[in-house]
C-alpha cells in the first residue's frame, strides 16, 4: 500500500514541522525572552509568530488530511473506542485544538486578548510559556504513544 507509507510520511514531516516549532519556541525562543527582557520583546516574539504561524497552519492541514486519509484507507474507526488506542483519539483532540486556534481564535484576536488579559508583563509572558510548555508535553506524549502503540507496545 504505497499510497498509505506516502500519507504516513507526510503526516510524520509534518508534525515534525508543526512540533519542532513547538519546541524551539518553547524552549528556546521563550526562555530566551524571558531572560533578556530587553527592548520590545513583544515585537520580537511577534515577528516569529507572524513567521511561524502561516507554517503551522500548512502543517496542522497537512497532517489533518494525511491522518484522516489512514483512517479511511485503513478503516482504523474502531480504534476510537478501544483504550489501547487512546494516542489517536488524543491527536484528533489536539489537532482540534490546534485548528480552533490557528484558524479561529488567532485571527480573530481573542487569543492575543485572553494571553494579555489582565496582570503585569512578567505575568502574561510566564502565563504564554505555561500554556506552550504544557501543548508541547501533551504532544510529545501524543507521538511517543503513537510510535510505541503502532509497533507493538
Ligand atoms: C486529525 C488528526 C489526526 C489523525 C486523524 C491522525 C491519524 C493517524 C493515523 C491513522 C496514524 C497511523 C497509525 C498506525 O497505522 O499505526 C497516525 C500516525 C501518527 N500520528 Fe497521527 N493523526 C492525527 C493527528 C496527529 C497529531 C496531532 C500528532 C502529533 C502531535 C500525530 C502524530 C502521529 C505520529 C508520530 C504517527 C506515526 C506513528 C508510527 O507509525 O510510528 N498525529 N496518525
Known amino acids: 500500500m504505497p ?3 506516502i500519507a504516513l510520511v507526510v503526516h510524520v514531516l509534518a508534525v515534525l514541522w508543526w512540533i519542532g516549532g513547538l519546541a524551539f519556541v518553547t524552549a528556546v525562543f521563550l526562555p530566551s525572552l ?3 527582557q530587553q527592548g520590545d520583546a513583544l515585537a520580537a516574539f511577534h515577528a516569529i509568530e507572524n513567521r511561524f ?5 500548512i502543517a496542522v492541514v497537512l497532517v489533518g488530511v494525511s491522518g484522516l486519509y489512514m483512517l479511511f484507507r485503513l478503516d482504523l474507526w ?11 483519539d488524543l491527536m484528533v483532540l489536539y489537532w482540534l485544538l490546534f485548528m ?11 487569543l ?9 508583563q512578567a505575568r502574561i509572558w510566564r502565563r504564554m510559556h505555561n ?21 507493538g507496545f
Not at 480552533?100 to 481573542?110: I, Y
Not at 492575543?112 to 503585569?120: A, L, N, Q
Not at 500554556?131 to 511517543?144: E, K, S
Open 53 to 57: 504561524e502561516p507554517q503551522a497552519r
Open 78 to 88: 474502531s480504534w476510537f473506542v478501544q483504550p489501547r488506542f487512546w494516542w489517536l
Open 3 to 5: 499510497d498509505v507509507a
Open 100 to 110: 480552533l486556534l490557528l484558524f479561529v481564535l488567532g485571527p480573530t484576536g481573542m
Open 34 to 36: 524571558r531572560a533578556n
Open 131 to 151: 500554556v506552550h510548555r504544557v501543548l508541547l508535553v501533551v504532544a510529545l506524549v501524543i507521538v511517543a504513544g503513537a510510535v510505541a502503540g503502532s509497533h
Open 112 to 120: 492575543k486578548r485572553v494571553m494579555r488579559h489582565g496582570g503585569e
